[in-house]
């Protein structure tokens, strides 16, 4: 097992959906479902007995990507859509399946071609579809062959070539382009037929057909008049069946948003005759703030310009409520109805099996921003952020290894600091510390951060195991008053290390440093205290790094408050009494703040508690006063 499977082990949520394992080529494997996704992938990699078959290829897995979905029938739906788009070769396939086709027109060629085609390739081509089934392709190329002969032959003609004609232009399947019966502007003309064709236009192909039809009446050529008649029929006759085949109403592509303090990420699914065929994420660098309607227009307006099928409805997650944005909307919508050749409409669902579907993107969105933003960087991009960080806080060298603080309580009872390290822009694990504060007793911040320094350069002047080395920077969470608390503890110990607070937004996303800038090398904030701020979103590389940090130090202190907070409730007097479950005791302690506050409180100060009755309250206090009785 390789250090990427072993990191994305760690991440794996405890969801239903499909997992996809991959070789070092990058081919998939196996596609498998899973009820818990967490537990059913972390089982491969365990000692645990498999089939020979399985066994084989787990030694080929050189990484692993799932899909999260609502339950574990859709999981099992999407779990056979992509065995028959993959055909892995672990799983058992059914021998016939040939997945889903395309009609692929080959406008690189000088006269094009129109084919069958089992997936989209960039070269040059233009592709339609993918359709339900071989049938539905096979038909509608045999009504171009009627309609618009284009060639069916692979040779490859250059302009003024000229070759024997075969049989296909004796039978009339072919205008003869290699023995020069049609001009190269002529083929370019019925080409352009056949993509308004292909794109739906089939009312401008037949009027053009009956014009045609009836100036060869009028010339009394009365078999040429015939030939278009049938032409005419067969553009009839595809237009009703392409009612079924390629506008099902099960055609759509459902697209979500989901952010952190950064970046956003958009995700769709192609769904083709009820099935998810396809999907594809975007990632948008430092739109975190932008709003989710403007990132979907902008993804409407670029990926559909450049999109070979559009289908007739788009369900997005945005609540399209202002003026401006319904305008937007109808724009698009006529914009996207104007590539199709026919209506196309966004929508947003409000209840039902497509807002479940809508909701199922937007996860796996927020899956694969997730990912991204924790894997390590292999093009250098940890280097450039701290090569940027070391140049906005004028630092006298790179700042390789980073301490960030932040505190946690639980009412004035379970106090906490956590200490994470950052090396090399990336975390550390094995150096994060935690304090519990022995000092401070009730909430206070500022107190807080001071006592957890004031223990941290103790231990390092005690050369204890684990606080040697010492950072190049320090963080904290917090604004001027943190970070003036934290400059105080360095200065009674003498050490000297920058300090900057990390500062987030009224969203509560990471939003600026503030500290004791000495050069203006960027456009600053003036703060109290004498302290400036540094906006970060026009760094984003920055931007990321501190997000990443102020996060993680966020998410670490949180962990241990929660191991105190349980480890204290485990052990609470309350739990020998009846009335009193897991919520109340949490909601008693957490607003009295310790058992011996709720042991001295009335009846009536125990029934402001939310949640707990006077009944409730009566028990309680009984239980503790029950010798006054």
């Known amino acids: 097992m390789n250090d990427t499977i072993r990191e994305d082990l760690k991440k794996l949520p405890e969801k239903p959906g499909v997992y996809i394992m991959r070789n070092s080529e990058d081919a998939v494997l196996y596609v498998g479902k899973a009820r818990v996704l967490k537990n059913r992938v972390r089982s491969y990699f365990q000692n645990t007995p498999h089939s020979d078959r399985i066994t084989v290829m787990i030694s ?85 062959k009627a309609i618009l002969p284009l060639r069916p032959c692979s040779k490859k003609l250059r302009p003024g070539a000229v070759l024997r004609p075969c049989l296909n232009y004796h039978m009339g399947l072919c205008k003869g382009p290699c023995c020069g019966k049609i001009s190269e502007k002529e083929y370019a003309a019925m080409t352009q037929d056949v993509l308004a064709f292909l794109n739906g236009h089939l009312e401008d192909l037949e009027q053009k057909l009956r014009g045609k039809m009836l100036e060869a009446a009028d010339a009394l050529d009365f078999e040429q008049a015939a030939v278009y008649r049938e032409k005419i029929k067969a553009v009839r006759m ?33 769904i083709r005759g009820g099935s998810v065929v396809g999907r594809e994420y975007f990632i948008f660098e430092g739109a975190a703030a932008d709003s989710d309607e403007a990132i979907m227009g902008s993804f409407i307006k670029q990926f559909y310009a ?33 590539l199709r050749g026919a209506k196309c409409e ?39 952020a701290l090569e940027i960080l070391q140049e906005a806080l004028a630092l006298e060298k790179l700042p390789a290894r980073i301490e960030a603080y932040d505190i946690s309580n639980t009412g004035d009872s379970e106090i906490n600091a956590s200490l994470i390290v950052f090396v090399n822009g990336l975390p550390y694990k094995k150096a994060y510390k935690n304090f519990n504060m022995k000092e ?74 503030v500290g004791a800038f000495t050069e203006r090398r960027h456009p600053l904030i003036e703060n109290r205290g004498g302290y400036r701020e540094l906006v970060l979103r026009d760094h984003i590389e920055l931007w990321r790094l501190i997000s990443a940090i102020q996060n993680e130090a966020h998410r670490f202190a949180i962990q241990q408050n929660r191991k105190m907070t349980q ?63």
Not at 255 to 261: S, V
């Open 440 to 513: 401070i007793r009730q909430r206070n911040d500022v107190g807080s951060m001071q006592e957890a320094l004031r223990r941290r350069f103790a231990a390092y002047e005690e050369n204890r195991e684990g606080f040697k080395a010492l950072p190049d920077l320090i963080l904290v969470d917090g604004g001027a008053g943190q970070v003036a608390a934290a400059e105080t503890v360095l200065q009674e110990k003498g050490i000297r290390i920058p300090v900057y607070g990390m500062v987030k937004d009224d969203k509560h996303r990471t939003r600026s440093l």
């Open 60 to 144: 080929q897995i050189a990484r692993f990507e799932y899909i999260v979905c609502d339950s574990e029938y859709e999981a099992l739906l999407l779990e056979n859509n992509l065995i028959k788009k993959y055909k892995p070769k672990y799983n058992v396939l059914l021998k016939d399946d040939k997945g889903y086709p395309y009609i692929k027109v080959t406008l690189s060629e000088a006269f094009p071609r129109v084919t069958l085609a089992r997936s989209v390739q960039k070269d040059g081509s233009k592709y339609f579809g993918p359709y339900h089934s071989t049938w539905a392709v096979n038909t509608t190329l045999e009504a171009i």
């Open 567 to 629: 480890k204290r409730y485990r052990l609470s007097e309350l739990d020998q009494i009846p009335s009193i479950g897991e919520k109340r005791k949490f909601a008693l302690l957490k607003h009295f703040g310790s058992l011996a506050a709720i042991r001295k409180a009335t009846a009536e100060q125990l029934a402001e508690v939310k949640g707990i009755s006077a009944a409730s309250a009566a028990s309680i206090y009984a239980y503790f006063h029950k010798e006054e009785t």
């Open 238 to 270: 595809i237009e009703e069946k392409q009612k079924i085949v390629s506008v099902s109403e099960d055609d759509f592509d459902a697209a979500a948003i989901e952010k952190n303090d950064v970046d956003a990420c958009l995700q769709v699914f192609f």
């Open 346 to 384: 966004l929508i947003t669902p409000q209840r039902g099996s497509k807002k479940k579907l809508v909701e199922m993107v937007r996860m796996n969105a927020g899956i694969a921003l997730a990912n991204q933003a924790s894997a390590p960087g292999g093009d250098g991009r940890e280097q450039k």
């Open 306 to 338: 450049e999109n070979y099928m559009i289908p007739p409805r788009i369900y997005i997650q945005c609540r399209l409520d202002s003026d401006a944005e319904r305008e937007e909307q109808e724009f698009l919508q006529t914009w996207l109805s104007g």
